[in-house]
């Protein structure tokens, strides 16, 4: 079936250490973004890409690296410089152009202990 | 830069009743989308309607309905005959496709709740 997978679903980290998250798609979808959720803050964007080898920085990129070298993945980095990075991270993906609907995987929950 | 402002942090609905959750966005363009995402507590988001700011029509799908009032930039979202699964956080989301820039941009959401 075609979808959006994000793995792993729940995620700990240790103060101090990076740890990524990965996002994979099999819809042929050119877009994919990342994306954070707090309670009360909504989703804000940290990191998009439209193409393979090409991303731009979000709203909230600071403390986040991200890299696309396939067309399907687009694993996203929660450095040590974030300084606090305990949050709900929703990887989407959409086809090129307008009125095009994004499609969300089932979040990654990511606490540091 | 757009915004979107959600300023129902939280709602409440009986069932079988309507209930009508309020968007409000600031943009200088004239060409753009709006949509509404619901977030059951699965945390999985699902698309509920989409709207182009060009079609003076409403967009409907099923018991989900918006009204659209471009010049006050008003987008909300009525529910008719709200059933217990409609219970979710609902982002209402501006589509921004200016220039080489194709993304969504979200408000706070609305959480919803349905008594039975």
Same mark, same amino acid.
């Given at each position: 079936d ?5 793995s792993? @679903?729940y995620?700990? &980290?240790?103060?101090?250490q990076?740890v ?15 994306y ?5 803050q909504?989703?804000? $964007? ?10 731009? @920085?979000?709203?909230i ?7 696309r070298? @396939? @067309? ?14 305990t ?6 993906s959409?086809?090129?152009? &307008?009125n095009?609907?994004a499609?969300?995987?089932?979040g990654? &929950? $990511?606490?540091?202990? | ?25 600031d943009?200088?363009?004239?060409? #753009?989308?709006? /949509?509404?995402?619901?977030q059951?507590?699965s ?9 182009e700011? #060009?079609?003076?029509q ?5 018991? %989900?309905?918006?009204? /659209? ?5 008003? %987008?909300s979202?009525?529910?008719? *005959?709200s059933?217990?699964? *409609?219970a979710?956080?609902? %982002?209402?989301?501006y589509? *921004?496709y200016?220039?080489a820039?194709?993304?969504l941009? %979200? ?10």
């Amino acid at each position: 079936d075609g979808g959006i997978t994000q793995s792993p @679903k729940y995620l700990f &980290r240790k103060e101090g250490q990076n740890v990524t998250l990965s996002c994979e798609q099999n819809l042929n979808h050119d877009a994919m973004y990342w994306y954070r959720q707090d309670p009360g803050q909504g989703l804000r $964007l940290i990191y998009y890409s439209q193409i393979v080898n090409d991303f731009q @920085k979000g709203d909230i990129a600071e403390g986040y690296s991200v890299s696309r070298e @396939k @067309k399907e993945s687009f694993p996203l980095t929660v450095t040590s410089a974030q300084k606090n990075p305990t949050a709900f991270y929703l990887c989407a993906s959409s086809p090129w152009g &307008r009125n095009t609907e994004a499609f969300f995987g089932q979040g990654t &929950r $990511l606490t540091v202990v | 830069a757009q915004t979107v402002t959600q300023s129902q942090p939280e709602m409440s609905v009986q069932e079988a009743e309507t209930v009508t959750l309020s968007c409000t966005y600031d943009t200088s363009e004239s060409d #753009y989308y709006l /949509f509404w995402y619901k977030q059951p507590p699965s945390r999985q988001m699902i698309l509920v309607i989409r709207q182009e700011a #060009y079609k003076q029509q409403n967009a409907t799908e099923n018991r %989900f309905s918006v009204n /659209f009032q471009k010049a006050a930039k008003s %987008f909300s979202l009525k529910i008719s *005959d709200s059933q217990l699964g *409609d219970a979710a956080m609902y %982002f209402c989301a501006y589509g *921004d496709y200016g220039g080489a820039t194709n993304k969504l941009i %979200f408000g706070t959401g609305t959480l919803l709740a349905v008594q039975p």
